[in-house]
């Protein structure tokens, strides 16, 4: 059963992380990265503590898809930290290949907006490759006029 957890309220595991980054990691994914080694497997050790460091989880809200241990799905939302756009964040989101076209994206994207919205932000900002037609009509069923 695909289970959808509010990152700041879930401990993952090890293997959890590491399913993640595998996911992040993928072509299609990592094509969004400016640093083309998103996941250094020659020290997973230092990936994991890096992770669970990292700073800005403030302005930070995420909800993954989880098949079990596996990370299948995410989207995360980064509000602005600027005083003029605090009411902003930006959007990022992915959905492993294999789960692809089963509405998981509709369902992480859902649970973000209701997120959004509950802490009062106002407007959300995302884009996609003109090419990825699943994002744009993922992105136009979510659109608020």
Request: net charge negative; hydrophobic share 40%; proline share 3%.
């Amino acid at each position: 059963m695909i289970e959808i957890v509010y990152t700041r309220e879930y401990s993952f595991s090890d293997e959890q992380l590491i399913s993640f980054f595998e996911m992040m990691s993928a072509p299609d994914q990592a094509q969004w990265d400016y640093d083309p080694a998103v996941f250094d497997r020659s020290d997973v050790a230092k990936e994991l503590r890096e992770f669970r460091e990292r700073p800005g989880q403030d302005r930070n809200h995420g909800f993954w898809a989880m098949d079990g241990n596996r990370v299948i799905g995410m989207v995360g939302i980064n509000q602005f930290s600027e005083p003029s756009r605090r009411h902003c964040a930006e959007m990022g989101f992915g959905v492993a290949r294999d789960y692809a076209r089963q509405g998981l994206g509709y369902r992480l994207v859902c649970a973000a907006l209701d997120k959004a919205r509950a802490i009062g932000l106002r407007r959300i900002e995302a884009d996609c490759f003109a090419h990825n037609l699943a994002a744009i009509a993922l992105l136009r069923k979510n659109e608020i006029p």
